[in-house]
């Protein structure tokens, strides 16, 4: 996982019960840390937590250097090509982020964003579905989630495109920006799961984790959500 994506996972110097290492120093603490200590509990395994690079996450699972990619990344058909996934462990919903100050917090459809800065993270969903806006400006993607929200906050963009956990972390931790939220019909097309990434020549391992994960009910994953957006930093690195 990346460890910089709350409230899935970031990164910490503090050690608490729901962090991992992952060097000396540092710890990784979210959404994604507990749920791979839950499936390895109920597996018998230990945890080990690696920081990557978004893009390299899914490379350095096809070179052996991982095991299991937990990092909010949603199953896509371009991705099936060259990994498999579990069934979703949690469900989203895709929003946008904007300055509280602006017109755009009040805005009900996404066509509303019409001639508007906007922009996602590097090669992930947020990015591909701004082209659902019609006569919008694509800005060049993020590499990281944090950089678009300070180019928001700097006036670089008009809108970040994120999914709610998320960008209720960053509110809270943000009273300048809000959240808008579109009514039903108007916002994006767009699948808003996140599944668990695997080899495709490691099906005993998906196997394992499915029936794991198909013991965690649906209450058990909200409650760990909402959990992590309560304790995620206040500020974003």
Not at 11 to 33: L, N
Request: hydrophobic share 35%; proline share 4%.
């Amino acid at each position: 996982m990346e460890c910089n994506y709350a409230p899935f996972n970031w990164s910490s110097t503090t050690k608490s019960d729901t962090t991992q290492p992952i060097s000396d120093v540092d710890y990784c603490d979210g959404y994604d840390v507990v749920m791979a200590e839950t499936l390895a509990d109920k597996m018998g395994y230990d945890v080990q937590i690696v920081k990557l690079d978004w893009d390299n996450l899914i490379l350095s699972l096809q070179n052996n250097q991982i095991d299991a990619i937990i990092a909010g990344m949603t199953d896509t058909p371009d991705r099936e090509k060259e990994i498999d996934f579990t069934t979703p462990y949690y469900v989203s919903e895709e929003v946008v982020i904007v300055r509280a100050d602006s017109d755009l917090a009040s805005i009900t459809d996404i066509q509303q964003l019409s001639g508007y800065k906007v922009q996602g993270q590097m090669n992930t969903i947020y990015d591909e579905v701004i082209d659902q806006i019609q006569g919008v400006d694509h800005q060049p993607a993020a590499e990281t989630f944090p950089a678009s929200i300070q180019a928001l906050q700097a006036g670089g963009v008009d809108a970040v495109v994120s999914e709610l956990p998320v960008a209720n972390g960053v509110v809270a931790a943000n009273p300048d920006l809000a959240i808008v939220r579109f009514e039903e019909g108007h916002g994006f097309e767009a699948d808003s799961s996140v599944s668990i990434g695997v080899s495709k020549d490691n099906t005993d391992l998906k196997d394992k984790l499915q029936s794991a994960l198909d013991t965690i009910s649906e209450d058990e994953r909200q409650q760990m959500m909402q959990d992590a957006v309560d304790r995620q930093p206040a500020t974003e690195e």
